[in-house]
């Protein structure tokens, strides 16, 4: 379905980014994974990738720093020579995140989980009006829908990458699409190993 594609997910070292990788892979796509610290992981992923019969490479970057984001689209371009699908996964919930909290807590979790999605769009969205051709897949939140006293700026960021979305899809509109998600509680992170009763709670009971 996906031969000849070239696949660049950030966040790609675990969790949903770790499936998403390689689910295009068993699909025969070139993939390129983005990971901020997780390099054990990430080689995990490549080497998986390697032995599904498919090329893969791992890219180490912050994504809050715009240069390194630039950096991600240069060097997926000077391996593969092209990007035809963007994966906007990278992100994470920052302890103190309440209401209550500090505005540097804020400021971090933005930054986390808007700021460096747009960094990686905006160059991305330049190539792919270059190209004629690219479609964005941004992973939000259902903390994007309906916003969390214990999670105020992580929801904040969520509610804005469903936005900012919207005007990807007018930008690559003529010869691409831009589509988000919002999943709730997944197996990564801390879901991953939450107790059952707490994981069966929150699903159930969420607004």
Known sequence: MFKDKVILITGGSSGIGKATALMFAKNEATVAIVYRENK?????????IGRLGQKSIAIQANLINE???????????????KIDVLVNNAG??????????????????????LISMMNVSKYAVQLFQKQKNGNMVNVASRHGIHGYPDAMAY?????????ITQIYAGLLAPFGRANSVSPWATKAGYWLTAPKEEVEETILNAP
């Not at 054990?40 to 998986?48: K, Q, R, S």
């Not at 240069?67 to 020579?81: D, H």
């Not at 929801?155 to 936005?163: F, L, P, Q, T, Y």
Request: proline fraction near 0%; aromatic fraction near 8%.
């Open 67 to 81: 240069n390194e984001a630039k950096n991600v689209i240069e060097v997926t371009l000077k391996e593969f020579g």
């Open 40 to 48: 054990t992981g990430a080689d995990g992923v490549v080497n998986e």
């Open 92 to 113: 994470k919930y920052i302890i103190g995140d309440e209401w209550g909290g500090t505005s540097e807590v804020w400021t971090r979790s933005l930054q986390s989980n």
């Open 155 to 163: 929801s904040a960021a969520k509610a804005g990458v469903i936005n």
